[in-house]
């Protein structure tokens, strides 16, 4: 069964979301939280096709911030926010952090979440049956689900990286030997086109690589044009020959 979190602290809203969805989609489960230390458990607990949920939790003024980030490094659930802060300038802010899409309280219809929700669930659910068909890495193989990057694994073990570092990741790795500039790495960066945040997701790869790997070392740094990704030996004792071709 297709399960779906609604985040909102205010339970008339909360209803209302819920009533929308089960509408539109009576095969789906909803599950509502109300505080972000029950949506952490939540979101620690399992992996939710789609969460809906609010910024603002309580008296936490930005709690949807944190639990955006700790969906991604879970799991890369897609995250539909529903706020009454300004789109103007919380859209930008939410799409930097890889949420999938932004609606602003009193300013859309019925309709307007319907269709916004069945979109990203149709995502959601396109990602799951991908990441279904993409076998587990062996060796020292990097396995990336090519419809959105998710669930990268490294040696078979999963990295846990936000969506605009896996994003970077791809890129290098889809043109593995070669320089990655920094100009074609902006086209895959939402916000923050520059060197400086391009050498920070960088070097959250790395750690990520690196908690799991601590002799990673296959991004090498080309002074002054960009990065490339460069084939990582095994340890002795793993080694495997190299396939025929």
Known sequence: MLTVAV?????????QLRGW????????KVEQWYTRDDAEA???RQRYDVVVMDI???????????????????HATPVLVVSAMPATIYRSIMKALDAWDYLQK????ESDFVDTFLEILRASRAQREQEAKVPAASGDELS?????????????QRINLPLTAQRI???????????VSYDDLFQVVKSGRNRDNVRKHISTIRDAFREIDPEFDAIENVPMRGFRWVAAALPADTATPARKR
């Open 42 to 44: 939540a979101i620690a």
């Open 144 to 156: 990336l689900d090519p419809l959105r990057q998710g669930s990268p694994r490294w040696r078979g």
């Open 56 to 74: 603002e939790l309580g008296r936490e003024r930005h709690a949807g911030v944190a639990l955006i980030n700790a969906i991604n490094k879970q």
């Open 169 to 179: 990741l791809a890129a290098l790795h889809e043109h593995r030997g070669q320089v």
């Open 7 to 15: 985040i909102e602290d205010d339970p008339p809203m909360s209803a």
């Open 21 to 28: 969805i089960e509408a539109a989609r009576p095969d789906v």
């Open 106 to 109: 009193t300013t859309f219809e």
